[in-house]
């Protein structure tokens, strides 16, 4: 059976209850993915440099604009882990942010999509982007007193490709990374043998997969009871029901950091009481913050709301192999229906950035710019339309239910008839997924997919011919053939030619409506703490974070 994309609605999940509908996040999982880097990190004291160019931040650069204060307790409030805190099958915001506390990867994923060295302080291709060959941080032990080595980090990778383990990431890694290609050179260097050239797959070791935290060779799935990592702090305790506290990991491989004594995790039922408890001074900050909730305590108090652009969006599908959008000018008459930075405020609480139809957020370094964003044109919509009428059925489930009725009353404005047919989240994404699932084989529908590293993590499954998630069931060979060279590209311009390719095939035909790009926030108590930051996909990194003095 195959995997949902696990969309999101600021953030949600199909199948979500409105608890966990704001914590649960995408995974990188979706197909064949491509992922954002053709450089590699450099050595010694050289800059490293990601393929758009941009500096690869250090990881002892600090997040905070102050001198530090080391001491004090941040208390931080969320939902209770829907499932299991397990790093391997873990795919809600709470159990993601337990474990980043804990563990950590070989590479972070930075608010702005740059990669930051942790545990491995070099990456680089070999054999045209075949190979990847890893080299680890000397002197890095679990908090245990275990060293890492190169063997303990295949142990974690041979345990996400394992079918057998229920790996959220194992299809984060289908036809680029199979069970048996991780290897060890040795003590200090891991090898990486690829199905195929795949010039971005750093990425897929980062956070930006947030399974791929390394783990210790005998990890047996029982995290909260024996949580050893080698992250910034240590897991003391943990109550599904209340909350987890956590203190200080004196071997923290980054001299200096934490600068925090502990973290201690609420968790609270729903979204009122997570909010009344910041505004009480019960906790100091958020772990997942909803726009519309904390938007008006913006600079309200001692509350500080932290933004930062996402690639998150709701896909607003189109059939283009059936009647009544079969016709290209369908589809754009209805693009050019809408009122984006209406849906913005109306949805989004006016956070996240217009989209133009196409699969590349302005967040990725290779989104071009040469592309007139689509605005409503009510004289383009009769144009295309030519005097005759267009009526619709808008499937979705509950979820997108603010974003339906927006799209209802604009495209009504412009003469555009739109039935809803709100069905249930199990109803949505259930049936069989080769042939009637909802999601996948209405006339039109809206699914929301949470934020991903790359565009072809957006684009292989959604739009490319024969997608596992193309519910526009859109074919185009020249989209595909630049997709393909895109995963392939070597440099940064080459890449932009194929992005470019690819944004205006998909913003000509129209499958998929991206009408906005979804923002995330994290809401804390600024006058007590500094360094507290939001992150396009709510992790939390708190090594920085520091009492204000």
Not at 37 to 44: F, I, N
Not at 49 to 73: I, N, W
Not at 97 to 125: C, G, H, M, N, S
Not at 156 to 162: A, E, I, K, P, Y
């Amino acid at each position: 059976m195959r995997e949902f994309p696990r969309p999101f609605d600021r953030p949600a999940l199909p199948g979500a209850t409105d608890l966990t509908r704001r914590v649960l996040l995408a995974g990188t999982g979706g197909g064949a993915l491509s992922l954002l880097l053709a450089a590699c990190g450099a050595g010694g004291g050289a800059p490293l440099t990601g393929a758009d160019g941009r500096a690869l931040q250090s990881g002892a650069d600090a997040a905070v604009s102050v001198p530090p204060r080391r001491g004090g307790t941040l208390r931080a409030g969320s939902p209770p882990p829907p499932t299991a805190v397990d790093p391997v099958t873990m795919y809600d915001g709470s159990a993601i942010a337990i474990v980043q506390l804990v563990a950590d990867y070989l590479i972070w994923l930075d608010r702005d999509f740059t990669l930051k060295p942790r545990l491995a302080e070099k990456w680089e291709p070999e054999d045209g982007g075949k190979r990847w060959v890893f080299t680890l941080r000397k002197g890095v032990t679990f908090s245990d007193g275990t060293p890492l080595d190169a063997e303990t980090v295949k142990a974690s990778f041979d345990r996400l490709l394992d079918p057998k383990s229920k790996s959220a990431a194992l299809s984060a890694f289908d036809t680029v990374l199979a069970k048996g290609g991780v290897g060890v050179r040795d003590a200090a260097t891991v090898v990486f043998t690829l199905e195929r050239a795949f010039s971005d797959f750093p990425y897929l070791v980062s956070a930006g997969n947030y399974n791929a935290v390394i783990l210790k060779k005998d990890y047996a799935g029982d995290f909260t009871k024996k949580p050893i990592g080698t992250g910034p702090f240590l897991l003391e305790s943990y109550d599904a029901s209340s909350g987890a506290t956590f203190t200080r990991n004196p071997t923290y491989w980054e001299p200096g950091k934490p600068y925090l004594d502990g973290v201690k995790i609420t968790f609270y039922a729903d979204d009122q009481a997570d909010l009344l408890a910041l505004q009480s001074g019960e906790i100091d900050a958020q772990i997942l913050s909803r726009p519309q909730l904390v938007g008006p305590l913006k600079g309200l108090g001692d509350i500080t709301v932290d933004q930062v652009q996402g690639t998150g969006l709701t896909a607003f599908t189109l059939r283009t192999d059936r009647p009544p959008f079969d016709r290209k000018e369908a589809r754009q008459a209805v693009a050019y229906a809408l009122d984006r930075p209406g849906v913005n405020a109306a949805v989004y609480d006016g956070i996240a950035a217009l989209g133009n139809d196409h699969l590349l957020a302005p967040l990725f370094p290779a989104a071009p710019d040469g592309i007139a964003q689509r605005a409503k044109d009510p004289a383009k919509v009769a144009e295309l339309l030519g005097g005759q009428p267009l009526t619709f059925t808008l499937t979705y489930d509950p979820p997108s239910k603010d974003y339906a009725l927006t799209v209802q009353n604009q495209l009504k404005q412009a003469g555009i008839q739109v039935d809803l047919d709100q069905r249930t989240s199990a109803d949505f994404y259930g049936g069989d997924q080769e042939k009637d699932t909802p999601w996948l084989f209405s006339t039109a529908n809206l699914v929301g997919w949470a934020g991903r590293a790359t565009p072809s993590q957006f684009i292989i499954p959604m739009v490319k011919g024969g997608g596992v998630w193309n519910g526009s069931k859109y074919a185009n060979p020249a989209l595909d053939a630049a997709a393909d060279a895109y995963d392939a590209a070597r440099t940064p311009e080459e890449r932009a030619t194929q992005a470019e390719i690819i944004a205006k095939a998909l913003h000509e035909d129209v499958p998929v409506i991206v009408s906005v790009w979804s923002g995330t926030v994290r809401a804390y108590n600024g006058r007590k703490f500094t360094g507290v930051q939001a992150h396009p996909a709510s992790y939390v990194d708190f090594s920085s974070v520091s009492q204000v003095v």
